[in-house]
């Protein structure tokens, strides 16, 4: 999944990689601080590298502009002055930011329209997809692990369907269930983002992969949990099988398991560009793909900024999970400022 | 002097075709009823809503619905009245009279005169408004003047013969619309006088129009008059043809367009929907060989890449008989300047091939058969842009590389690239041979763009051709309103450049497709320019 990943839409690996990151709870106003500081910085970074990255693409913003239809030195002067591409390149991307800084966004190339707005209407529909998506696999990979976790047959069954699950390219799942469910069992609408129907199958097509790869972590951490010390103790009180997977077994499994979801997240902005365009859904993926072909710099940068946003956003979520399903992050904290 | 071109009255043809509602596909039995919604899924989605800078062919079926024209086509090509009602040209060919219809109104109200139409030209020649198009028929324009509300007169610099094709293609934007922040983007205010109006756009999902009430001046060669039969025809855009089918074949929508040829089975002699395609016009998809780079500099390369290759036989097995094969520079669709006598005069012959490789001094086999010079290996780079790449080319070129090497021990090496890529390498002739077809609105111009050397105007001329010969055919060709002269002079220029220079290698020719639910009726292409026409006269069975 990760390789269908465009450079715009996977900033700042190192923020991922840094992870486990310890939120204290001394020294608070300074761990915001620099919290947000990094944020910052994370969104210059994820800027930057974008602007530096289209501008070493082959072809030219005027050629791409222009396309196959007549060039004549006016025209080329026209585009140029219009977009502001005749100043110096270090210039454009000082104006850039201060544009950004004011909240301008600026007007895409290729679409005419402007960048913001652009944006806006665009990321409620992939938002949606998203969240349903995230569900979808959260559903998966808890069901799947709870009711296999250390049971050999329906352990090797539900191992087998998420290998086949992950493996499966994600535009061909999208039109084996349209097929199933749309066209032949009517069930479900083939397209747009209108009613919530039109929801369930883009959501199974873009989540199931993701349960997937979270169900198999989830069931492995699950596993040693339960043959941790603690689990015969449990027993021993005579709680069911099923309560002591669900409320004590699930917790320590999950840190492995949020982990990589929070990071898994981020790819579902990616794997949406697909699952949009199979089911003709609106949503940021498509147009970011566009503007990465058509050298739409104003549109990449502003998907760019958002992206890294929700990666900060995210690993900041992951962090203050932690700390509620593990108290030995919180009592480390505790015993540092001692 | 002027002389008058009456269209109603005037030359036969025109008469006959305005006289008899002739619209390509056309099924109207029954009598039509008024309402309804109609769904059509749609391959593309138009980058701009603003006809004027919009030049994608396939967005033009749902951008017609809100936008018109001076003039309408004939099959033949002729003109019938549309927004004009009469046009006149001076013997000179430097100055066109439009007679202008006053009842019409934009979406807006904005009154339609021939102020607004001159607006539309002048606009049109600014290049901070339509880039690239202002270079194209405007920029002939020196003038565009209103002389009174329903006398529009624009004057030429020199004569320029595809103009009034030109001309009678622009859609007429309301004065209003130039002052809206929507301009470059298009949408609602930008306001039009079409049989609808767009209502909703909802980027990446779909576009509704409603029907405008106050239509009463369809082109003389429209199904009906008056205002259209739906109430409303939404365009959902949905980009993978298997989803399309299965759309359709489910009852989720009721029109599709662009059916793969493995699907049009479902839909051909199944009486539950209807299935009809219309060729293109412009350039087939051809194989343009690069004449100034590499081996296929030399002419007898070119020549054998013609000869090694049965594309009878390819085509027939790769579209399952469902795509025409191509010969000339033109489509058979271009009726006006298409000369059919180039079909079956070059072709399939591998021992030519092999003889002209041998000639050429390809004479050696390396190991894995492949023809070699001096130690290098014959290969010709195909640089395929990613962003034409539809319609089963892929598998195309891949049949097409096999035969080339089985035949004839020709290299051929297929390079998929970014739109990025392909600009910078066409721009630079790092190419051996790029395939490309083109779908314009305007006839003949086409070899214009191809043929012409490129800081001249050949700004797709992917052979790289600077023969003078070929630059003053063309020359020739453009200050004559002689179409027969034109014709002669074109069908030169394709046995130039396909039997003696071999500049290209023609494939197929593409072509539009519609499939439709049996209730659906009217729907089908636009005269002569043969492309999906609007929701005009669709209506509604039962």
Redesign the interface.
């Known amino acids: 999944m990760e390789s269908r990943q465009t450079s715009a839409l996977s900033p700042a690996p190192a923020l991922v990689a840094s992870r486990p990151f310890k939120l204290r709870r001394n020294g608070l106003p300074v761990q915001i601080a620099s919290r947000i500081g990094s944020g910052l910085l994370v969104l210059w970074a994820a800027v930057t590298l974008s602007f530096v990255s289209v501008h070493l693409?082959?072809?030219?913003i005027v050629?791409?502009?222009?396309?196959?239809?007549?060039?004549?030195p006016?025209?080329e002067?026209?585009?140029r002055?219009?977009w502001g591409l005749d100043e110096p390149v270090l210039w454009q991307y000082l104006r850039y930011l201060t544009r950004i800084l004011h909240g301008d966004f600026g007007r895409s190339y290729?679409?005419?329209?402007d960048v913001s707005q652009?944006v806006l209407?665009?990321i409620v529909?992939t938002l949606k997809l998203t969240a349903a998506a995230l569900f979808v696999a959260i559903l998966f990979a808890v069901t799947s692990a709870v009711l296999t976790a250390g049971r050999r047959i329906p352990r090797s069954i539900a191992g087998a369907l998420e290998l086949t699950l992950v493996s499966t390219p994600s535009f061909w799942l999208g039109?084996l269930l349209?097929?199933l469910f749309?066209?032949?069992l009517?069930l479900f609408?083939?397209?747009?983002?209108?009613s919530f129907s039109a929801l369930v199958l883009p959501a199974l097509a873009l989540g199931l992969p993701l349960g997937a790869v979270v169900g198999q972590v989830l069931r492995q951490g699950l596993e040693r949990a339960l043959e941790e010390p603690f689990a015969l103790t449990v027993r021993s009180w005579g709680t069911s099988g099923l309560v002591l997977r669900l409320r004590h077994g699930l917790r320590h499994a999950a840190l492995p398991a949020v982990t990589l979801t929070g990071w898994l997240v981020g790819s579902l902005l990616s794997g949406a560009v697909i699952t949009?365009?199979?089911?003709?859904?609106?949503?940021l993926g498509?147009?970011t793909v566009e503007a990465v072909?058509?050298?739409d710099m104003p549109v990449v940068l502003a998907v760019a900024i958002l992206s890294a946003f929700t990666y900060v956003m995210l690993s900041t979520l992951v962090d203050i999970l932690y700390l509620l399903l593990d108290p030995r992050l919180r009592d480390e904290g505790r015993e540092a400022a001692r | 002097m002027i002389t008058r071109r009456t269209l109603l009255g005037g030359a036969g043809a025109t008469a006959l075709a305005a006289a008899a509602p002739s619209r390509v596909g056309a099924q109207t039995k029954g009598a039509p009823v008024k309402g309804g919604s109609l769904t059509w899924g749609v391959e593309t989605e138009p980058s701009t809503l603003n006809p004027h800078l919009n030049g994608q062919a396939k967005a033009k079926l749902i951008l017609r619905n809100a936008y018109e024209t001076l003039l309408a086509r004939t099959p033949d090509g002729g003109y019938v009245p549309w927004l004009a009602k009469d046009y006149a040209v001076s013997e000179d060919g430097r100055i066109y009279t439009f007679t202008l219809r006053d009842d019409v109104s934009f979406h807006d109200g904005e009154k339609f005169d021939a102020a607004a139409v001159a607006l539309n030209f002048t606009k049109l020649k600014e290049p901070t408004y339509s880039g690239s198009i202002s270079a194209g028929h405007v920029s002939h324009v020196s003038e565009a003047i209103a002389v009174d509300p329903r006398t529009l007169v624009l004057k030429l610099s020199r004569v320029y013969a595809p103009f009034l094709d030109g001309a009678a293609g622009i859609e007429i934007l309301s004065p209003k619309s130039f002052a809206s922040a929507q301009l470059k983007a298009g949408g609602p205010e930008i306001a039009g006088t079409g049989p609808f109006r767009i209502e909703r756009y909802v980027k990446g999902q779909e576009i509704r129009f409603v029907r405008n009430e106050a239509y009463n001046w369809a082109p003389a060669n429209a199904g009906h008059q008056g205002p259209a039969w739906l109430d409303r025809v939404t365009y959902r855009f949905l980009p993978e043809a298997a989803v399309r089918t299965g759309a359709l074949t489910s009852g989720q929508v009721d029109v599709i367009e662009g059916i793969s040829g493995n699907d049009a089975g479902l839909f051909k002699d199944n009486p539950e929907f209807t299935y009809q395609s219309a060729l293109n016009t412009g350039t087939p998809y051809t194989l343009y060989l690069n004449a100034t780079r590499g081996p296929t500099e030399d002419v007898r390369v070119r020549q054998a890449v013609l000869a090694a290759i049965d594309v009878e036989r390819v085509i027939r097995s790769v579209y399952r008989g469902e795509r025409q094969r191509a010969w000339g520079v033109l489509t058979p669709a271009d009726t006006d300047f298409y000369d059919r006598s180039i079909e079956g005069s070059y072709g399939f012959d591998p021992k030519r091939a092999n003889r002209l490789l041998d000639e050429a001094g390809w004479s050696s086999r390396d190991a894995e058969g492949f023809r070699t010079k001096d130690g290098q290996r014959l290969s010709i780079e195909i640089v395929q842009s990613q962003a034409t790449l539809r319609d089963q080319r892929d598998v195309l070129l891949q049949a097409v590389q096999a035969q080339a090497r089985q035949n004839a021990g020709l290299d051929l090496v297929l390079r998929y690239v970014d739109a990025g890529t392909y600009t910078t390498r066409q721009n630079d002739g790092q190419y051996g041979i790029i395939p490309n077809s083109t779908t314009t609105q305007e006839n003949g111009l086409t070899i214009y763009f191809h043929y012409l050397p490129r800081n001249k105007g050949g700004s797709i001329n992917y052979s790289r051709t600077e023969a003078p010969e070929i630059s003053a055919w063309l020359d020739e060709a453009a200050s004559t309103l002689d179409t027969k002269k034109r014709f002669e002079i074109y069908a030169r220029l394709q046995r130039f450049a396909l039997l003696e220079q071999a500049y290209g290698l023609p494939l197929y020719v593409p072509e539009d497709q519609i499939a439709a639910s049996a209730r659906v009726k009217g729907v089908g292409f636009r005269p002569f320019k043969r492309l999906p026409e609007n929701a005009y006269d669709i209506w509604l069975q039962g």
């Open positions: 693409a082959p072809g030219d050629s791409l502009l222009i396309g196959e239809q007549l060039r004549t006016e025209i002067a026209a585009i002055a219009e290729l679409l005419q329209t652009l209407s665009q529909p039109i349209l097929y749309s066209f032949t009517k609408p083939v397209s747009g983002d209108r949009e365009s199979v089911f003709g859904r609106p949503g498509r147009v072909l058509g050298h």
